[in-house]
């Protein structure tokens, strides 16, 4: 079946790095764009980041836009998050999803289990 | 930025009631607007996309419409399943994607 599976969260200072993957299996990964969702403790849900199918077409939110990139292997059917200036603020648990598109209409799904990251000095 | 405005935030219902859940936006997203629900502690599932499209596999209590700026969530005869949070979301601005602060479905 359709699988998403985060892994790379943890503890981090404020200013320091992470990198965070997401693992798709059951369906051709390459033919897909992927974003990132985060949602912060008991808040709601945040889009983050997305990634054409090629990788060559990606966009920011703007809380995030400057200090986080997102890439793919299509190859390794693997999505990243490169997360570097953490700040107390970004901490949240994160999921990767599959964008699904109609005419220019974009839904999630499936999500990942979602991963957390804390930063805290 | 589309804001995204679902009314209630919170609301209390029984097993059996029909319950709406109402999501506004900013400006006009035609029919660009899907909805979730989540669990706690689970990631969101997709119920509706393009405000009327019912995810395979959701059970056809679940119902959206609208179009513009206003739409609904409808569930027509709550499960006890159904006690979760519920999101809107919209694409019209695919640079820009934001959704709903949530409702939280509670048991009365």
């Known amino acids: 079946q359709v699988q998403l599976v985060e892994s790379g969260g943890g503890l981090v200072k404020p200013g320091g790095s992470l990198r965070l993957s997401c693992a798709a299996s059951g369906f051709t990964f390459s033919d897909y764009y992927m974003s990132w969702i985060r949602q912060a403790p008991g808040k709601g849900l945040e889009w983050i980041s997305y990634?054409?199918?090629?990788?060559?077409?990606?966009y920011y939110s703007d809380s995030v836009k400057g200090r986080f990139t997102i890439s793919r292997d299509n190859a390794k059917n693997s999505l990243f998050l490169q997360m570097n200036s953490l700040r107390v603020e970004d901490t949240a648990v994160y999921y990767c999803a599959r964008d699904l598109y109609s005419d220019s209409n974009v839904w999630f799904d499936p999500w990942g289990q979602g991963i957390l990251v804390t930063v805290s000095s | 930025d589309i804001q995204m405005t679902q009314s209630p935030s919170s609301l209390s219902a029984s097993v059996g009631d029909r319950v709406t859940i109402t999501c506004r936006a900013s400006q006009n997203i035609r029919t660009y607007l899907n909805w979730y629900q989540q669990k706690p502690g689970k990631a969101p599932n997709l119920l509706i996309y393009a405000a009327s499209g019912l995810k395979s596999g959701v059970p056809s209590r679940f119902s959206g419409s609208g179009s513009g700026t206003d739409f609904t969530l409808t569930i027509s005869s709550l499960q006890p399943e159904d006690f979760a949070t519920y999101y809107c979301?919209?694409?019209?601005?695919?640079?820009?994607?934001?959704f709903g602060q949530g409702t939280r479905l509670e048991i009365k």
């Open positions: 990634i054409s199918s090629s990788g060559n077409t990606l």
């Open positions: 979301q919209q694409s019209y601005t695919t640079s820009s994607i934001t």
